[in-house]
């Protein structure tokens, strides 16, 4: 968002660029790929829009891409930390439980012709979405802030008494 805003590319910024292909690389979907990509998209951005999952994800990583698109720069994981966690000897059995539990769901899962990516996902795209590098000059955007209600409500992650039961903090994994 910050850069939406005219502010300077940092490492932070290649975080949150980060999250959002961590998002494109799980679900198989470019991020807003149905909404036109305009300073209204940039605002709706800045007020905590973020692209929500098609599928079901472990907790773990719907919490590493909450992280990484935070709004406030200072609040996301650096590079280091990211790697650590995705480093295999960081994978608690927890972890991996989530992500079985995640697999199992999503392959009995009636929408599985969704799922089967590799195959070639189909989809629709908004007239005016756009994924090409293109300088974007928008005057007077919000202070980005995140969504009230990320992946609050949505039945996009493993059930909730199941990621209860598993929740890990990640400052846990001592990184």
Partial sequence: PEILRGENYTEASDI?????????????????????????????????LRPRFNIKVPQFIID??????DANPLNRPTAKEI???????????ELREQISKADEINNNSSNNK???TNLGLSYKTHSEAFYASRLLNF?????????????EHNDNIISKEFSESLQIDIAQLNI
Avoid: R
């Fill in 16 to 48: 949150y660029s980060s999250g959002i292909i961590m998002y494109e690389v799980i679900s198989g979907l470019p991020p807003y790929h149905d909404i036109s990509h305009d300073k209204y998209l940039a605002i709706k951005i800045c007020q905590g």
């Fill in 114 to 116: 969704i799922l089967s």
């Fill in 83 to 93: 790697y650590e966690i995705f480093n295999p000897w960081s994978l608690t059995a």
């Fill in 139 to 151: 005057d007077n955007l919000p202070e980005p802030k995140n969504s009230d209600d990320y992946y």
């Fill in 64 to 69: 590493l891409v909450k992280n990484c698109l």
